[in-house]
């Protein structure tokens, strides 16, 4: 059911440049914004070393995609194999399970948005335990 939901929102792959544009597009994305990014100093215009913050996902989305991809990583977390691993190793790390879930919805996006591109199989021992 979520493929044939996918594909019909999707309809092709190549619209997308990267696995970011996707990300954004499905409401997997990060939003970052900024205020004071400059000041002025002795009459020069300086950057300041302000972190960017991170003020949450993408408001404007496809709802019917987040929610495809977020209830496949709830899905696949649930179920003996290598990503319930993934996602039981980072918990044990402490980060925060909400968070891991999210990483795991991006890394199946990504994964989706690339085979759907290029075509293939996807060997399971390729699942590599760095961040989405």
Not at 5 to 12: D, F, K, N, S, V
Not at 29 to 52: F, M
Request: with cysteine.
């Amino acid at each position: 059911m979520r493929v044939a939901l996918l594909i019909a929102r999707i309809q092709t792959p190549h619209r997308y440049r990267n696995k970011r544009c996707f990300w954004a597009y499905g409401g997997l994305g990060l939003v970052s914004r900024t205020s004071a990014e400059y000041r002025l100093v002795q009459g020069r215009i300086v950057r300041t070393g302000k972190p960017v913050a991170i003020r949450g996902l993408n408001p404007n989305h496809q709802p019917e995609l987040k929610a495809i991809f977020k209830s496949a990583a709830t899905a696949v977390i649930h179920r003996p194999g290598p990503w319930q691993d993934y996602y039981q190793q980072r918990v044990q790390e402490g980060r925060k399970p909400e968070l891991v879930r999210l990483s795991v919805a991006r890394k199946l996006a990504a994964l989706t948005l690339s085979l759907w591109k290029k075509g293939g199989r996807y060997p399971v021992e390729r699942l590599k335990p760095q961040a989405a």
